[in-house]
């Protein structure tokens, strides 16, 4: 089991749209306030009200996948009424998983992060290395130390 983390930003909520956004939000909430897997589904909004961050975090996969089922469609609601949905997704999540994001025309374009554990960095400033090293930039010191050149 991998835990998946999701991190949803709907960027433009207009300011008469946020009541209905504030209700479909509850509607989600409330529906998988129970669900297996759920760790946590935290909805904030900015100081302003006009943009809001949805935290997400889930036992594995199989839990996302759940979520993503009973929550379709009001998620393609609040979507379009906050102005779209920016997402990012840290963990490893599975081949299935994986393919739904990649149908999907909010979660194709969202970066997924992979564990720690696949990227080694040590070394006074840091040697990097992992499972495509080229990819990887060489990480700086801040404040530069001797070995910094």
Known sequence: MAEIQI???????????????????E????????????????VFVDDGRRAAVVLQRYADSEAVLRTLAATREHVRRL???GGGLRMEIFGDPSPQLRQVFAASHTA???PTYSPADRVVVSGPCGTTTGPNRSA????????PCPTAR
Do not use: H, K, M
């Open 7 to 25: 991190r949803g930003a709907f960027p433009d909520i207009a300011s008469a749209q946020l009541p209905e956004f504030a209700a479909v939000a």
């Open 108 to 110: 194709s374009a969202a």
């Open 136 to 143: 990887l930039p060489r990480p700086r010191c801040w404040p």
């Open 27 to 42: 509607e989600v909430l409330t529906s998988i306030r129970n669900e297996a897997g759920v760790l946590q589904y935290d």
């Open 79 to 81: 979507a379009q009424l």
